[in-house]
Structures are given as C-alpha cells and as structure tokens.
C-alpha cells in the first residue's frame, strides 16, 4: 500500500512540485540539475527572443518546457514581473528554492545587463552556451568517478554468481568423496 501511494503522491502537482524542489537541493547532483536547468531555460528564451517572439510569450513558453516545477514557479514570476513593466530578471536571479538559488550570481548578472542594454536574446544564448560547456566538464567527471564504481558493483555481481555456483559443486564432490571413502 506503501508504494502506490507514493507513486500517487508524486504523480500529483504537489508531489511532483515536492521532487523537484529536492532535486534541486541534491548535494551533489543538484548543482548539475541546476545547471542543466538554467542552460535549457536560457537557451529556449534566447532563441524565443531572437526569433522575435514577444516577451510575455516567450516566457510562457519557455515556462512550458521547462519540466520542473521550481523553475516553472521562477519564470511564472517574472512573467508577472513582465505583465506588471517590471525588469525580468530579479525574478529570475533573485528566486530560490528552498534555500537554494537557482540562477547562479553571474548568471543572474548577465540576464541583467543584456535586459538593461536591450540585447537579452543574445546574452542569453551566450550563457546558455558557457553552461553548456560547463555541464559537459562536470557530467564527464561525474562519469569517470561513476565508472569505476560500476566496475566494482559488476565484480561483485559476478563473484557471488561464481560463488552460488561453485560452493554446492565443491560440497557435493566433498560428501561424495567422503560418503565413497568410508565405504572401503
């Protein structure tokens, strides 16, 4: 019963609000998320806005693709920043999500200057490109340190089959040698 309902949970709006939130938060991997996020955020935007999509929907529909709930509820206030003539981007830089900010200082910075100066979707690709490259440096440490964790956990996987194998092998030739030795 315990398990549905935990799938129930985190299938609703509240439930998946919650996983995101923590996936956000994560220690380690949560930097990454983050910055998967901010990457996929800035590149839809900055082309949106290159593409000379209006503001309010190109917000929106960055909004739409984000596919976390945190950073759905980031864009969704600066998209009533935006309603209101207000700058986009304190809504961006300034939100966090359970004590972590989710556009980091520089980023945030960037998205300030390139509004200020009337050149967003240009700034915006450009961050969106130096994450990017960021993201692929760490994904590919991530990975080197995954790997030989995997080597482990497959070595043993196949000692105990070897071992499950063997050990009643070795016991029946053992009774069958002791059963045949008293018999003479």
């Known amino acids: 019963a315990l398990i549905p309902s935990a799938v ?46 209006p503001l309010l929907d190109a917000l929106g529909l960055t909004r739409l693709s984000m596919g976390n709930a945190a950073y759905s509820t980031m864009i969704a206030r600066a998209e009533d920043a935006a309603t209101r003539g207000d700058s986009i981007s304190p809504g961006l830089a300034d939100f966090k999500s359970g004590g972590a900010s989710l556009i980091g200082p520089a980023t945030g910075e960037s998205i300030r200057s390139g509004e200020r100066t009337g050149k967003l979707g240009p700034v915006l690709l450009n961050i969106a490109d130096a994450l990017d490259e960021d993201n692929e440096i760490v994904v590919r440490s991530l990975t080197s340190i995954i790997e030989p964790i995997i080597l482990l956990a497959l070595g043993l996987v196949v000692g105990v089959v070897a071992l499950s194998m063997f050990v009643p092998l070795f016991d029946l030739t053992s009774a069958s040698s002791g059963g045949h030795g008293g018999a003479h």
């Open 8 to 53: 129930f949970y985190l299938r609703s709006q509240a439930g998946r609000a919650a996983l995101d939130n923590a996936a956000v938060r994560l220690p380690i991997f949560g930097k990454l998320i983050r910055g998967l996020l901010t990457a996929r955020l800035a590149r839809v935007l900055g082309v949106l806005l290159e593409g000379r999509v």
